[in-house]
C-alpha cells in the first residue's frame, strides 16, 4: 500500500496533467468561504489550487506529504506566495487557526483507513477557527455488492498503478484510496466536534441526490 507521500512522489513531474487547470468556479467557492481569512489546504500537491487562490489575495498555507510535490511548487511562477509545510495532515502541527481548511480530488481518501481519515478531521477540527468551514471534495464509492468474496473494507480500497500519456510520453503513477460514503465521513466530523452544514453534487452548488451524484462537496463547521 503506498503512502499520499509515496503517491505524489510518484506523479509530481506530471500532476498538474491529471487535472489540468483550476476551474474558476473552484477559485470562487474557496475564496467566499475564506472570508478574508486564513486558508489551509491538504494535499497541497504543486500548488494546482493553492496558487490561484493567492492571486486573488487569500492568505493560503498548504500542507503536504510529497517531497517532490513541494519542489514543483516551490520553483512555480506564483509558489511564493503559498506557505508549506512538509508532513502527514492527519496528524501534523497545522500551524494556527484557519478560517478555511480545505482538501480536494478525494484527498482525504488518500488516508488508507477509516480510523486515519477519523484523525484528519480531528486535527482539523484543533485548528478550524470558531467560525471556520472544512470543505472536502470526494468521489463516492461504489455500493458494497455482499456477493464478491471480499469485505466491505476491501473493496473500499483502490490500488492501482495508472498509465497517463504525459508531454513526457507515457507515464506511470500509483494511486491507493481507501473511499469512505458521506454518510462515513458525516461520522467522522461528529466524532470530531464538527457538523454539516452543506453538500452539493458540484462546484456550481447543485444539489447533492444520494442515488445519483457521483461526488460532493461537503462543507463541516464546528458543533456550537
Not at 505524489?8 to 489540468?20: I, P
Not at 517532490?68 to 520553483?75: N, P, T
Not at 513526457?168 to 467522522?188: H, I, N, S
Amino acid at each position: 500500500m503506498c503512502t499520499s507521500g509515496e503517491y505524489g512522489d510518484s506523479c509530481a513531474e506530471f500532476y498538474d496533467q491529471l487535472y489540468g487547470p483550476c476551474r474558476r468556479q473552484v477559485i470562487d467557492v474557496l475564496t467566499a468561504y475564506a472570508n478574508h481569512g486564513n486558508v489551509l489546504e491538504l494535499g497541497v500537491g504543486t500548488g494546482r489550487t493553492a496558487v490561484p487562490l493567492a492571486r486573488q489575495g487569500v492568505q493560503v498555507a498548504g500542507i503536504e506529504s510529497s517531497s517532490r510535490m513541494l519542489a514543483k511548487l516551490q520553483h512555480k511562477p506564483g509558489g511564493e506566495l503559498i506557505r508549506t509545510l512538509h508532513g502527514d495532515f492527519a496528524t501534523a502541527n497545522l500551524g494556527g487557526k484557519f478560517d478555511l481548511i480545505f482538501a480536494l480530488c478525494s484527498t482525504i481518501h488518500l488516508l488508507p483507513s477509516y480510523m486515519r481519515q477519523l484523525a484528519c478531521f480531528r486535527n482539523v477540527s484543533r485548528y478550524l477557527a470558531p467560525q471556520g468551514s472544512f470543505l472536502v471534495e470526494a468521489s463516492i464509492p461504489e455500493p458494497w455488492n455482499p456477493a464478491l468474496p471480499s469485505s466491505i473494507d476491501h473493496q473500499r480500497r483502490i490500488h492501482e498503478t495508472l498509465p497517463l500519456m504525459t508531454q513526457m510520453g507515457v507515464c506511470e503513477y500509483r494511486l491507493d484510496l481507501f473511499r469512505t460514503t458521506p454518510a462515513q465521513l458525516d461520522k467522522m466530523a461528529e466524532t470530531a466536534g464538527l457538523k454539516l452544514n452543506s453538500r452539493w453534487s458540484n462546484w456550481h452548488r447543485a444539489p447533492f441526490i444520494p442515488a445519483t451524484s457521483h461526488s460532493h462537496i461537503s462543507i463541516y463547521q464546528p458543533a456550537l
